[in-house]
């Protein structure tokens, strides 16, 4: 009698299993939400480069029409000379790199879908050098060419629905994603790969990887407030332990620096 009530059980179990493996691959064809984190994270690696571009361009469209782009002879000299040397480390790149500056104080880049990268002018000014401004354009194309962006609004809302918005260019989900674009933040791990990305990056292209240390340093300076205690609850990592990892990376020993050809005041100078 035992032994038939634990076949009874251990087949109803089963019969749980089955049904919910069922349930997770069959949800794809029901709803981009049923499934749970699993789900979500199969969406983000379905959506293709192509889609991310065409949804990129929507987005952009939406976030730049009320903030005032950022252009001179000057600047975009100078521009063009940190992402001409960027890219000669990107030749591999499935994506075409879009670069805009807009005017605003806060100290900030931001990657967006379709590797369109916002630089603030807040960021130009705090930066030293041109290649402190290379360190962190290196950074935000880490999380472009790892898929990132893809990944952390994927995630969030679902591969269905975006390719939903791409038919029919609904605007209000756009100012939706725009605003968790804005307003969220990348995972720690997700940070960490995109600044040993950077590293990489400026290394292969001749620019000390150092740079990414030293504006880190000089942004904690700037942030005395910042309370260290709270860094192992933070989504990102605290800058500190950044500048220990970039302190503790190692350049090939056959590496050469070789400085950007920018006048660095000047270009400060133009953003008056």
Partial sequence: MNSSIWFDFFKL???FALAWVVFVYASDFIHPNIGGDIKKSADAMRLSVEDEVKLGEMIMEMYLSDKRLVQNPTLDS??????ERLNEGLLESEYRFTYYVVASDEVNAMTFPGANIV???GLIEFSESPEELAAVMAHELGHAQLRHVVDRFTAQIGVSVLLSILTGGDASLVHEIISMLVSSAFSRSQEAEADLFGMELLEKVHIDPKS???FFERLNAEELSYDQRLELIMSHPHNNARIEVNEAYRVKDDFSSQPLPIDWKR????LN
């Fill in 267 to 270: 270009v400060k100078s133009s």
């Fill in 212 to 214: 990414m240390g030293v």
């Fill in 78 to 83: 100078a521009l063009s000379d940190v992402v």
């Fill in 119 to 121: 630089v603030n002018s």
């Fill in 13 to 15: 179990v089963g019969a």
